[in-house]
């Protein structure tokens, strides 16, 4: 099987170096044998991870308006393209020389999007929190990171909830419009005050709970449904978590805050306005969709609903003549729930944050379709990840021709509960490993789940515990591909498997078993594997053809059964040896097979 891996993953024109598309330099260090010699010679660098060196900077298209803040935190790291009101058409046209696009909820990122930008698109940045603008199915199976800014505008959508129960109860636009047309209506708009009412909190997220917490304050009774939200953090705020139909049967204002999904489009419906007290009050800032408008329209006429406020809509902006912004009780915002100067300014350098460091090849802690993984975790976990991806290249190299990889299995041995450790990660790492030297198939913590899916490759996981402290996240990971041949017969298993099995050592990944063998081998470089009788003088044979081609080793390291019997050599060279090299070596009498592979 050719391996045509090298050290780097970055394809030429992707700019970008995101998540694990992340590369490993490292300083060089040698290894010497552990079965059977062992010493090693140490270089002071420090393990870093690098971004490599990119000919020109990346290129952001930033097409709706975004704070002035987020715009030079972009400036500072890449091409800054800032293009509003582009049609459909004109995105797609750009998008091809774009690295990454941000935009607000007025632009649709469409499955279109990613094809036009053939695989140059590495990560789009919604400056806001709903992302139901954006196509994550396309965007995950063109491997494209999805990052949002979900904390940065809840304040302004909660006021602006607030703002909107407060005017309604008070006809404060309709009054308002009618003074300026020259009437005095003291009469006609007596409101209804809020203290002692029921407010339902449909969706006791970011904005659901601080909804809930000044409304509060304002005297009302809060309620609250959403069936994913703890009860304690509700009965924290003094918020009672009832069911849907209790919320929306007892409440005189109901107040919207859920995403919208499939499960939660038109969730406001004919059946569901029947079970509301007669005279409730609607508001909306989370998403049209979530309202089957037309049936509000009804439930309005039918006195069913009292008034509604809406900041946002089906279709955005509304059709001018339309029924519900036309009825005199509605009051329609246009979507100007995060619309503050302070939480614009705070979106745009929360979005532009994580997208400069998506591009730079950081974890996102706010990505919508890829594992989040708070800082502190990945700073543990990036050996492992590493190795993952070593343990993944090592075994699908060890392949024979002709054998199609389908099955494979992952140990992960920790001493840790098995709760503390999300394998997406690593799992993500393994594929991108097993795919990419085989393929010119670009894999990353996205598209990795897709992608092996797509190949029809099944990965299993099993988590091993162990007894000890728990102090590293993982004592060692293994990995087993099923049902395939193997070009070195050394690495199959008892029960017939190809078996890699690797542990972090100082921070560095190694290779611990190979077959039945093991060998103790720090995996930089890359590695020739050669079964041979264990006998005296193979170091010097092998490190003396490989001197005399003007290859650097950096480790040896021998396992073996018994002395005088087998023995796996596993030997770490800098550069790649000439085939000559290889066929000088195989043609040493003790050994019996051998193999080199790229890490
Ligand atoms: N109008 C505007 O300008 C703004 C609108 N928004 C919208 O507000 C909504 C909420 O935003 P955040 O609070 O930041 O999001 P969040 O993710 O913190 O909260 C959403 C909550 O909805 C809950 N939920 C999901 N399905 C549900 C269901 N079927 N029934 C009840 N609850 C359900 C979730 O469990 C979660 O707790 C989003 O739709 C967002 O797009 C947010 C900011 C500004
Ligand atoms: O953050 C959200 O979900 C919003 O709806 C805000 O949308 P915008 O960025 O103002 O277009």
Redesign the pocket.
Known sequence: MAASASSTSLKPSAASTNGLWLSQRRPLSTTFGVTALSFRRHRDQPRRFVVLSMDAKPTILVAEKLGEAGVKLLKEFANVDCSYNLSPEELCTKISLCDALIVR?ATKVSREVFESSAGRLKVVGRA?????NVDLAAATEHGCLVVNA??A??V??AE?GIALITAMARNIAQADASVKAGKWLRSKYVGVSLVGKTLAV????????EVARRAKGLGMNVIA?????PADRARAIGVELVS?DEAIGTADFIS??????A??SK?LNDETFAKMKKGVRIVN???GG?IDEDALVKAIDAGIVAQAAL??FTEEPPAKDSKLVQNENVIATP?????TMEAQEGVAIEIAEAVVGALKGELASTAVNAPMVPAQVLTELKPYVALSEKLGRLAVQLVAGGSGVKTVKVTYASARAPDDLDTRLLRAMITKGLIEPISSVFVNLVNADFTAKQRGIRITEERVTLDGSPENPLELIQVQIANVESKFHSAMSDSGEIKVEGHVKDGVPHLTKVGSFEVDVSLEGSIILCRQVDQPGMIGKVGSILGEENVNVSFMTVGRIAPRKQAVMAIGVDEEPSKAALRRIGEISAVEELVYLKL
């Open positions: 909820s806001g929190v709903g992302i139901d979900p904390t505008n809840t302004a959508a602006h449909m969706g006791f997220g970011k904005v659901g709970s449904h959403d069936p994913y939200a849907f919207l805050h859920m995403p919208l999904t499960a939660t969730i800032v989370a998403r979530v900041d946002v979507h100007l729930g995060a619309s």
